[in-house]
């Protein structure tokens, strides 16, 4: 007897129990270029109704020669019949977050962008995007659509759909930008909610992926803090220091209390699949709380 279809990733890792946090994707910057209609697996290489694939290649690799993370955006629901061509740049190091917003009359002249944002007007307000990009996995089409739409229905101005984020296994996947906040599995919440905090200045830890700016040890070590404190203010616990020793990495938060020592252990996960269409299993990285404490002063 045939086993049926394959088990979703995001299902497989629900079941396992995955941990989500120390998982999000590395951008200090970010590029948001609106693509509005169907994508194909690769949303710039893949989609030739939207974007001339030639085009599509130069323009990802500008922003990504330049050190930028790029996705494409849409707005949720029913495509317009004239596209429009609206972008997004983002700088998501602590101390320095600002976010850009502007538009374009074609797609030729997301080449022509000034890649410090200054062609388009700084934003007030965050801009929060989801994968909802079902011809990559399908995870992101099923879960990612349904959260989408319970955000923008509250914030229809600042949400969008985006395509690939990294971490399918966690769909839906969001993003709050300029910060850099990376979330998962927020169809399995109110994901609206998880807005309503951020306009608070505070973070829901338990679908938390981290913080995108931020080393992978320091986000699950500020994880750790934030769950051993009680500790949900956005800006709360920046790294102070991160230590590789020989079996462990310690990090030093600060804690509104003085230093917060987190030391963690690095593994490797049993084979798992990391994407519905990934083929082999593979390891990935996690983080094991070895001892986390208040450094006295001296």
């Known amino acids: 007897m045939g086993s049926g279809k394959p088990i979703p990733c995001s299902d497989q890792a629900l079941t396992r129990g995955d941990p989500m946090y120390g998982t999000a994707s590395a951008g200090h910057a970010w590029a948001l270029l ?3 209609g169907g994508w194909g697996p690769s949303a710039f290489l893949n989609s030739p109704s939207i974007i001339d694939p030639v085009l599509g290649r ?5 922003f990504e020669t330049a050190g930028m993370r790029v996705a494409a955006i849409r707005k949720p629901g ?15 190091d602590e101390g320095s977050e600002a976010l850009y917003q502007g538009e374009v009359a074609d797609p030729s002249s997301y080449l022509d962008l000034a890649l410090d944002g200054s ?3 700084r934003c007030a307000e965050p801009v929060v995007i989801v994968c909802a990009h079902g011809r990559h996995d399908q995870c992101c089409a099923v879960r990612g659509r349904g959260a989408v739409a319970a955000i923008a229905a509250r914030y229809p101005d600042i949400t969008w759909e985006c395509s690939h984020l990294g971490g399918d296994r966690f769909a839906a996947t969001m993003l709050v930008l300029p910060e850099g906040l990376c979330y998962g599995r ?6 609206a909610g998880l807005i309503d905090k951020y306009f608070a200045g505070t973070l829901d830890n338990r679908f938390l992926r981290g913080r995108t700016s931020l080393p992978h040890a320091v986000q699950a070590a500020q994880y750790f803090a934030r769950d051993s ?13 991160v230590d590789h020793q020989d079996a462990s990495i310690r990090v030093v938060l600060d804690g509104a209390r003085g230093p917060v020592e987190v030391v963690l252990i690095e593994r490797l996960s049993e084979p798992l699949i990391s994407m519905c269409r990934a083929t082999v299993a593979g390891r990935v990285r996690t983080f094991a709380l070895a001892s986390i404490g208040t450094i006295s002063s001296p």
């Open 78 to 92: 029913r495509r317009t019949a004239s596209p429009r061509w609206r972008w997004y740049l983002a700088f998501s």
């Open 186 to 191: 927020v169809d399995g919440t109110d994901a």
């Open 119 to 121: 062609d388009g007007t």
């Open 229 to 241: 404190l009680g500790e949900d203010r956005i800006d709360a616990l920046s790294p102070l220091s």
């Open 34 to 36: 609106e693509l509005s």
């Open 58 to 62: 130069a323009v990802a690799r500008r």
